[in-house]
């Protein structure tokens, strides 16, 4: 559902919200949800169908039905990190998105199922099992915030957060034919989002439809005294600004994002990009030398800023394991046991790049490549309003199909670049192989979502996306 | 001189105490070898002559920086509520000396 049909949806969001707990428990095999929050929910409902009768102002998202990755801090509601470590973690405290979205009187349904910590590209590392594809039950959802894309995509919710390190709001949205947007790091509050890699974490809205997803990212964004790393710059009012025309807008389409990628998928994204161009834009080709260079350079950050985050994770103030006999032997015993494989070879691999002797020739090379990347993205943001590549550069695979964990990180290659660059990205869906979904990403420069909105909507108005359910 | 890094499995058990992780038997083989291919895929980076300064933030945080101003905190009911033990005020660990 879009924004425009909100008001004539809303008459009974009591009755909504039924139907949708019905439509969670008929799509429960799709494991998109790891707790349904369906007492919250029903509560906030009461009050918003309370308030219509009373002709009471009501927020922006007033109706809307919201799911949340489970990373994300909800007061008095379980938030696992999909991990045994937060099995049974109850936040005292809500995040700023949080606190933001319900100002606005969204319907929050419940938590999504993710990558352990935020850690992985399919949902398969979650404590609690994988999301399946909406498309195709037995393949992946894409991932971090698979949970999240499935949740939308099955029509359980309007909208959801994700969140997005170095790729997880987008691939999951490619994966499900949805709309997934990684605001520019600064824009949304970190506030309450369980870190995994601080400099490259963003949270971000994800919908079926442009205009959704553009309200969503109004309400979450701006500064937050309790996040340093937001900025000030203005909010504009997405919603307006994605209606606006795309004529003669100019997109760089970035030539190292089309080696190594399934031939299929690279004919779906020239296809769209043919169609922007029908609708207006001058696309050009355009090189990024050092976007090969991305993903190792992701993937040692990364790890490197995990190996230290999640080094809270002591069972003592959170958590809740018992804790008795040796400090640390206890230690050693809740970390072994309660952090899943993948969790636990990302702490390892950042321990090492930053320890002596190594630390300059990885981590420091690699915060080097950053400001390459940094470099090269800003020099071309000069000459291009956009930049695209494909999201992913594979259909979505079957689950438990991948062999190593290396083959799992080289599904991010089209993705970290902008984290590392703090850019702003947007996955956009681009059509079907073999009844398999194709996302278009589009690259903005800093703090210009707006942009990447617009063309999302134009695109959408060509090809009826939303409606590919 | 060849630079390639590769651990062996006294460097690895050696990391692994550092993240206060155990590694059973079964283990230890598989992670060595994902962890050495990784390391090798690593590589690609390493040999770069980069002239620039490194990268670790895209933001500046000097200009948001708040007032400091006292303000509410965590009720102690709050504090504790995820705590694995507590006894009175205090969060109970494991014996730390001795």
Not at chain 1, 80 to 97: G, I, Q, R
Not at chain 1, 343 to 367: P, Q
Request: proline share 4%; glycine share 8%.
């Amino acid at each position: 559902m879009g924004v425009s049909n909100v008001l004539e949806e809303i008459v009974d969001p009591v009755e909504r919200v039924h139907r949708t707990l019905e439509k969670i428990e008929e799509t429960r095999e799709l494991n998109a949800f790891v707790t349904v929050d369906a007492e919250g929910a029903l509560r906030k409902a009461e009050e918003i169908k309370e308030r219509i009768k009373r002709g009471d102002k009501l927020g922006k998202l007033a109706g809307l039905l919201v799911a949340v990755k489970d990373n994300i801090s909800t007061r008095g509601v379980r938030t696992t990190c999909s991990s045994k470590m937060l099995e049974n973690y109850v936040p005292v405290y809500d995040a700023t998105v949080m606190e933001r979205i319900k100002a606005e009187d969204a319907i929050i349904m419940g938590k999504t199922n993710m990558d352990e910590f935020a850690m992985g590209s399919s949902t398969e590392t979650s404590y609690f099992g994988p999301t399946r594809n909406f498309f195709d039950h037995s393949r992946v959802a894409g991932g971090s915030s698979g949970g999240s894309a499935v949740a939308v995509a099955c029509g359980a919710v309007d909208i959801s957060l994700g969140s997005d390190t170095g790729g997880s709001i987008r691939n999951p949205a490619s994966f499900n034919s949805i709309v997934g947007l990684k605001p520019t790091y600064g824009r949304v509050s970190r506030y309450g989002l369980v870190a995994y890699a601080s400099s490259l974490d963003q949270i971000g809205p994800m919908a079926r439809d442009t205009l959704s997803t553009a309200l969503l990212l109004q309400v979450i964004s701006g500064r937050d005294f309790r996040d340093s790393t937001t900025v000030n710059t203005p909010v504009p009012n997405y919603v307006e600004e994605t209606l606006r025309k795309i004529n003669g807008f100019k997109i760089g389409v970035i030539k190292e994002g089309f080696e190594n990628v399934d031939k299929r998928v690279s004919r779906k994204v020239y296809d769209a990009l043919n169609i922007l161009e029908k609708a207006g834009c001058l696309i050009e080709e355009v090189s990024m030398p050092f976007m090969k260079y991305a993903l190792p350079a992701y993937y040692i950050i990364a790890m490197a800023e995990c190996s230290s985050n999640l080094a809270r994770f002591d069972g003592i103030r959170y958590g809740g394991k018992s804790v008795k006999g040796k400090w640390e032997e206890q230690l050693i015993r809740i970390r072994t046991e309660c952090f899943g494989e993948e969790v636990k070879r990302r702490i390892f691999l950042g321990t090492f790049v930053l320890s002596a002797g190594y630390k300059e020739d990885f981590y420091i090379k690699a915060c080097r490549v950053r400001r390459k990347i940094y470099d090269e993205f800003k020099l071309l943001f000069k000459s291009y309003n956009a930049l695209a590549t494909p999201t992913m550069p594979v259909l979505p695979w079957k689950i438990g199909e991948l062999p190593s964990p290396l083959d799992m990180y080289m599904m991010d290659i089209e993705t970290v670049a902008v984290n590392l660059a703090g850019l702003p990205a947007i996955s956009v869906p681009a059509g079907f192989v073999d009844s398999l979904p194709v996302g278009l990403q589009l690259m903005g420069n800093h703090f210009d979502e707006a942009t990447l909105l617009r063309i999302s909507h134009a695109y959408e108005k060509e090809t009826g996306f939303a409606k590919w359910f | 001189m060849s630079r390639k890094t590769a651990i062996s499995r006294e460097e690895m058990l050696h990391y692994a105490r550092l993240c206060r992780i155990s590694l059973g038997e079964h283990e230890i083989d598989r992670l060595l070898k994902d962890v050495n291919e990784i390391l090798e895929y690593f590589e690609t980076i390493r040999s770069l002559q980069l002239d620039v300064e490194p990268m670790t933030y895209v933001t500046s945080v000097s200009e948001t920086l708040r007032e400091d101003e006292p303000a509410e905190t965590l009720s102690e009911e709050d504090v504790f509520k995820n705590a694995g033990e507590k006894q009175e005020k205090w969060f109970v660990s494991g014996q730390v000396w001795g």
